[in-house]
């Protein structure tokens, strides 16, 4: 009886605990259902706002999403607080660029400058999809090496299509080609990326939206705002110490206030590719400092603390902003950027009579290039060039939204 009883028993405690064990399972669901609200990525079967099921008989359609994709060669960069200006002594004295505090919301930069190979890419497809006059347009303008008491023949005729340049930035594009270029590059990417995704019906090549509700195109590639830039090129992120400290500023996008590398086997090398006086563009024979009487490889030097590389020298870099000398106290403190002459109208200038340069066709560079001397370098100065101008000075890089997110 005793043995019967023990059976029974155990039996009993056996399937309390299973019962115990499915209850408990039943709760952590419950509880796990209650707690998975619907999200970009994971938006459910069914709309919370009517009930209806999405992507079933004709119904609303939400496609799959996973998140920006990412593009070629950019480098994602996290926004923040920042102080805006130069740290720089105002030697020209110009007062343009007065220090003030504003937050940069987070997007994607590339890490390199546009190359002579990347363009000449463009130019090969723009000869085949666009029309002739379209394509002597979109060619850079090589005659900006020439000089009439300078023997630079050999860069006028090789710089851009000489396959020793592939990776150096290229030269002689203006604003207005910059942008151009843009545009083509974003159609261009988001192809490939319909493609991939089986989406070949929308004619993308003769100008057709690929809707951006499919969730696998990129916003558009475009210039960097000027705030963005400066905001990329300080890489403050690098100085950052326990919660929202910063330990410095920089004068740099490097730390410290020198121009060499103060570090390892690199000791004593400059960081950027610079003129370093009059006549001095690379240092004498058997140790060419910098290793660069012109332009450089767009990987030349060491990158910033958002992985970007020449940030500082090597080329100037066109940015989105019209140019005026006190855009500093218009602007918004969120994103700020300077479209055209709003509250600041180039009738005030007196361009006519060559009393002024600032006009609603000028447009801002910054970063200082390989004939320019240091002070230019530091993220906080700035400088204009009409838009439709180019120099063997000025490059320029893409920059992109972060789509989908608050910060």
């Not at 030269?171 to 989406?199: C, H, M, P």
């Not at 602007?331 to 009738?347: A, M, Q, V």
């Amino acid at each position: 009886m005793f043995l019967f009883n023990q059976q029974v028993m155990n039996k009993i405690v056996g399937l309390v605990k299973g019962l115990s064990l499915f209850v408990c399972g039943i709760a952590v669901l419950t509880s796990c259902s209650k707690g998975n609200k619907p999200t970009s990525e994971n938006p459910g079967r069914i709309s919370t706002a009517t009930g209806l099921a999405y992507n079933e008989d004709g119904g609303f359609e939400v496609n799959e999403f996973r998140g920006q994709p990412e593009g070629p060669n950019l480098v994602f960069i996290e926004g923040g607080r920042t102080t805006l200006g130069s740290y720089e002594e105002d030697i020209i004295n110009s007062r343009d660029n007065i220090e003030r505090t504003v937050t940069v919301a987070s997007f994607y930069m590339d890490e390199t400058e546009v190359a002579n190979i990347h363009w000449l890419e463009y130019l090969f497809y723009v000869k085949q999809d666009s029309t002739r006059e379209f394509y002597q347009s979109a060619l850079p303008d090589t005659t900006v090496w020439a000089g009439k008491l300078a023997f630079n023949d050999s860069y006028v005729d090789h710089y851009l299509r000489y396959p020793g340049f592939r990776y150096y930035p290229v030269v002689g594009v203006s604003w207005i080609q910059a942008n151009d270029y843009s545009k083509w590059r974003t159609l261009k990417v988001n192809t490939v990326l319909a493609e991939k995704a089986g989406l070949e019906d929308f004619p993308a090549e003769q100008g057709g939206r690929i809707p951006l509700e499919s969730g696998v195109v990129l916003p558009s590639y475009r210039l960097p705002t000027e705030a963005e830039w400066e905001y990329a090129a300080q890489a403050l992120i690098g100085t950052q110490w326990l919660d929202e400290n910063q330990t410095h500023k920089r004068l740099y996008p490097w730390d410290g206030h020198a121009l060499r590398n103060p570090y390892g086997k690199k000791m004593g090398s400059f960081m950027a590719n610079f003129k370093r006086g009059r006549g001095d563009y690379a240092g004498i024979a058997g140790k060419l400092n910098d290793g660069a009487m012109i332009t450089a490889y767009v990987y030349e030097y060491p990158p910033n603390d958002f992985g970007l590389y020449n940030m500082a020298g090597n080329v100037n870099e066109w940015v989105q902003d019209v140019y005026r000398p006190l855009s500093f106290q218009d602007f918004d403190d969120l994103n700020p950027i300077r479209r055209d002459g709003f509250l600041d109208d180039e009738s005030e200038y007196d361009t006519k009579n060559f009393n002024s340069l600032v006009s609603d066709q000028v447009r801002v560079y910054k970063g200082g290039s390989w004939k320019d001397v240091a002070y230019w370098m530091s993220p906080g100065t700035r400088r204009f060039l009409e838009q439709d101008s180019s120099t063997a000075t000025i490059g320029f890089r893409c920059a992109m939204i972060r789509a989908g997110s608050n910060y």
